[in-house]
């Protein structure tokens, strides 16, 4: 600060320096230029006065050849005006009649002069001509016959001009000495203005960094972990400001770091909560029966999801298939998930693992229902495949129609559906559901699925859908189960990008065999 602030002063100094020692020169300019043109102007009058004044008196001169007169009255007028550089009167061709200097009587002018004026036929006037090494101001007039206005000679009259050089040289001299006189004492003034900015500078940096260096303090004092550490405001300026300032952010950081906690916390908690929901789904091995192969992958959208899907053999070698979809997702929503993972597996213990899937989805109705109390419904479709009849049984309660992809007899692959139609689960307590029954031929595709996986978006806002969902099946519908998995993921995935998924993305395929 200190050094900013004398280098303002000098800066400001050196400025006001350079104006007063311009406006000075320009006046000093000024007076100079005056006092040129009233001296250039009073000795133009004068030598024009002398001139008018000796044209008659030559003309007689010429006209009678008589010099004497003339030649005794212009050296009079050297002695009597000290600033007369030289009068004279020439003839026609040049030849001096009459001169301030006698020796240049009787010879032809040989300073520049006589070119200056041998020609007019009026008044001329030559401000400043160099004659014999000095400055003259030259007047000249023609001496004209007065019957025939025939050229008869000139009259010349210069006035030194070493008088306004002496001037000017006493003005420059004066003008030197005050630009002298004003760069000392511009100099003096800046000498004091600096060493009272620097005093200032240093008392108030000073007064600044007191409390900046106390903000240091207790910030030194915060970092090493003492969060009930203020300091205290008792200005309204800038750094009362800060000091308020600073107090806030402490403020904030400890309610930053309690919530930080509770974050942690959460999320350890948010954690377990998904390990736990983890093992309610199969893990993502294939299931390797005679007559079938499954393979399942669960996504959900946040730590914890809404969806959940299960495998279980029941007895003469059936397999039950269930998926589900409760409303939402997060810890909520996987509760529910549990209720209906809990509620499957009494059912199958209570029935002895000889379970009906409308069975099985009316016990499921009521348990999510006395759970949930209808703030929480879930979709839910239960499938039961049976080896030996070579069926598929199913019952639906809300739930997307699972898909069965088969080939006709030309080869060509065509999309059917499990179709059929029931109430979500919770959302009436005696809710009853219908079971169909399909029959399965070998190498038919079964693929069961959460809306998730149509519903999400890329980042421009487009649904994946279910065109793509069956046109990526289709193109791997010739694969093993886990590679069919795989390579429609990795599809949807290349859809999506980047964008979150706003919705958990459960799928099951199957693949039915000769067995």
């Known amino acids: 600060m200190i050094v900013a602030t004398t280098a303002l002063i000098v800066v400001i100094v050196a400025l006001f320096g350079v104006l007063s020692v311009w406006n000075m020169g320009r006046m000093f300019d000024e007076t100079a230029k005056r006092s040129e043109e009233v001296t250039t102007t009073a000795l133009r009058r004068r030598a024009e006065t002398s001139v008018r004044t000796l044209v008659p008196m030559s003309r007689t001169a010429i006209q009678q050849n008589d010099w004497i007169t003339l030649r005794d009255f212009i050296p009079a007028i050297g002695k009597e005006d000290p600033e007369l550089a030289f009068v004279y009167v020439a003839d026609k061709d040049g030849q001096v009649m009459a001169h301030t200097q006698k020796e240049k009587l009787e010879k032809k002018v040989a300073d520049p002069s006589w070119e200056a004026i041998k020609g007019a036929k009026e008044t001329v006037v030559k401000t400043k001509i160099r004659i014999e090494g000095n400055d003259v101001l030259l007047v000249g007039r023609p001496i004209m016959s007065a019957e025939s206005q025939e050229r008869l000679g000139m009259v010349a009259v210069a006035y030194s001009l070493r008088f306004l050089e002496q001037q000017l040289v006493e003005l420059k001299r004066a003008k030197e000495a005050q630009f002298l006189a004003t760069w000392r004492n511009t100099t003096m003034l800046g000498l004091v203005f600096i060493i ?4 200032v500078a240093v008392f108030q940096g000073m007064r600044i960094a007191r409390p900046i260096k106390l903000l240091a303090v207790r910030a030194a004092q915060i970092a090493a972990g003492n969060l009930e550490t203020r300091v205290e405001v008792s200005s309204g300026d800038e750094i009362g400001l800060l000091g308020e300032k600073f107090n806030f952010m402490a403020d904030q950081l400890v309610l930053l770091l309690r919530q930080t906690a509770e974050k942690a916390t959460m999320e350890k908690e948010l954690e377990v909560a998904r390990t736990i929901q983890e093992t309610l789904v199969p893990p993502t091995d294939v299931i390797d029966k005679q007559y079938i192969k499954l393979a399942g992958y669960f996504q959900p959208a946040t730590q914890c999801g809404g969806d959940w899907w299960t495998v279980h053999e029941l007895q003469a ?11 939402g997702h997060g810890v909520p929503s996987a509760m529910i998930t549990a209720a ?44 039961v495949i049976d080896p030996q009849a070579k069926t598929i049984t199913f019952a639906n309660a809300g739930h997307n129609f699972p898909y069965l992809y088969r080939k006709d007899d030309a080869g060509k692959g065509q999309f059917g559906a499990l179709m059929t139609r029931g109430n979500r689960l919770g959302d009436l307590q005696e809710s009853k559901y219908q079971a169909k029954e399909m029959t399965l031929q070998p190498d038919d595709v079964l693929v069961w699925y959460t809306d998730g996986i149509v519903e ?13 969902f069956r046109a990526a099946i289709r193109r791997a519908e010739g694969r093993p189960p886990a590679e069919m998995r795989d390579e429609v993921v990795s599809a949807a995935s290349a859809f999506f990008g980047q ?4 919705d958990d993305i459960t799928m099951v395929f199957a693949r039915i065999y000769g067995g």
Request: proline share 1%; glycine share 6%.
């Open 499 to 502: 964008k979150p998924r706003k």
């Open 456 to 468: 999400c978006e890329n980042d421009a806002g487009e649904e994946y859908g279910e065109k793509r």
């Open 317 to 327: 070698g059936k397999l039950l298939v269930v998926i589900g979809d409760v409303t």
């Open 340 to 383: 209906a993972k809990a509620a499957c597996d009494s059912v199958r213990a209570f029935t002895n693992e000889d379970v009906t899937v409308t069975y099985l989805l009316e016990i499921m109705n009521r348990a999510i229902f006395e759970a949930a109390k209808r703030k929480f419904v879930m979709t839910c479709f239960a499938s």
């Open 196 to 199: 009272i900015g620097a005093l």
